[in-house]
């Protein structure tokens, strides 16, 4: 069965440090994948997919980057967090357009 | 752009009740909608998923309709417990060649059932 992995599940960051999550999926071969994010009062955004290995779109602009350097791995980085990155960052995959399945999610502060 | 709106925002029920929980979205042209539940600072667990040509799925205790002529959706909990208290999230997938299957969310409906 197929299972997605995201960590840490809770990092406190200070102003101007850099920034790394990671998310993998086990038992399926080139899912698309996701990052959302969940800021407090507001509802899950979308700030980036990915169809393929090196493939990456960002849906809004912002301070944060996103790569895939393997088929089943997604990583969320940014050189230098403002206090406006602070939220709940859920990574995501779907086998093309169907279910999608949910990590645990990530709680960042940035102080 | 596509819109989601959940209605209501919050509901607090005793145990038993059967409710309803509301969704909509404005653009009809929709892949799929799915129903998703959301514990406190977990994430997020896929309820159902209701495909466009569809009308209805059924889980256990929960039914969900679409009616994607009219963009609604409805979310129906019957016999309600204590557990299923939590944030209960409706989204969207839109149709076409460039949606990739990415989401969007309304703000949920936060759920609480008092025993």
């Known amino acids: 069965s197929q299972t997605i992995h995201q960590w840490p599940a809770t990092l406190v960051q200070p102003v101007g440090s850099p920034l790394s999550l990671e998310c993998t999926v086990e038992?399926?071969?080139?899912?698309?994948l996701y990052w959302y994010r969940q800021a407090a009062g507001r509802g899950l955004q979308l700030l980036f997919y990915?169809?393929?290995?090196?493939?990456i779109s960002s849906e809004v602009p912002q301070n944060l980057s996103a790569s895939r350097p393997q088929d089943r791995q997604f990583i969320l980085s940014s050189k230098k967090l403002l206090l406006s990155d602070s939220g709940f960052y859920l990574c995501?995959?779907?086998?093309?357009?169907?279910?999608?399945?949910f990590g645990q999610g990530t709680r960042l502060t940035v102080v | 752009k596509q819109e989601v709106t959940q209605i209501p925002a919050a509901l607090s029920v005793p145990e038993g009740e059967n409710l309803v929980l509301n969704c909509s979205f404005t653009?009809?042209?929709?892949?799929?909608l799915q129903w998703f539940r959301q514990d406190p600072g977990k994430g997020l667990t896929s309820l159902l998923l209701?495909?466009?040509?569809?009308r209805e799925q059924t889980s256990g205790r929960l039914n969900a309709s679409l009616d994607k002529s009219s963009g609604r959706s409805t979310l129906y909990i019957a016999a309600s417990q204590p557990g299923d208290s939590a944030t209960y999230l409706c989204?969207?997938?839109?149709?076409?060649?460039?949606?990739?299957?990415?989401?969007?969310f309304g703000q949920g409906t936060i759920l609480t059932v008092h025993p």
């Open positions: 989204a969207v997938s839109n149709a076409g060649g460039t949606s990739y299957g990415k989401l969007t």
């Open positions: 995501a995959w779907s086998p093309w357009v169907q279910n999608a399945f």
């Open positions: 653009d009809s042209a929709i892949y799929n």
């Open positions: 990915s169809v393929g290995i090196g493939q």
């Open positions: 209701i495909q466009s040509s569809q």
């Open positions: 038992g399926t071969s080139n899912p698309n």
